[in-house]
């Protein structure tokens, strides 16, 4: 499974429960970070389910301003509803799920145990 860097990723077209926009500042530390944050998502907790878009604000500034994007790095859910969007520091793939609200379509359903 792989992920392409400033372009569009699917790991499954046919059956996706979650789509992302993921908006980076070029290869910036905290860019490849949230990269990595993300695909370790995408793979670990939602294989074979989700689409990724990444845009890079710094070659398409007009896609990020028309998006609504006023911090970099920024992880939009897309679908399903509602959009939420996360910004800044992001390392933890359990944070993103938590904050996204993605645990009852992980196909690790039984994973992480949570205490409120």
């Known amino acids: 499974m792989g992920l392409l860097i400033f372009g569009k990723f699917t790991n499954s077209p046919a059956s996706r429960i979650a789509s992302f926009r993921l908006y980076i500042k070029g290869m910036l530390p905290e860019s ?3 990269l990595i944050a993300t695909k370790a998502v995408c793979e670990k907790y939602l294989p074979g389910e989700v689409s990724l878009e990444i845009i890079d604000a710094m070659r398409e500034p007009q896609r990020a301003l028309a998006d609504g994007i006023t911090e970099i790095t920024t992880l ?3 679908s399903p509803d509602p959009i939420i969007q996360i910004s800044n520091e992001f390392e933890d793939p359990e944070q993103i799920m938590d904050a996204f609200g993605l645990w009852s379509f992980s196909s690790r359903a039984n994973g992480p145990m949570r205490i409120n």
């Open 32 to 34: 490849v970070r949230a």
């Open 76 to 78: 939009v859910k897309a």
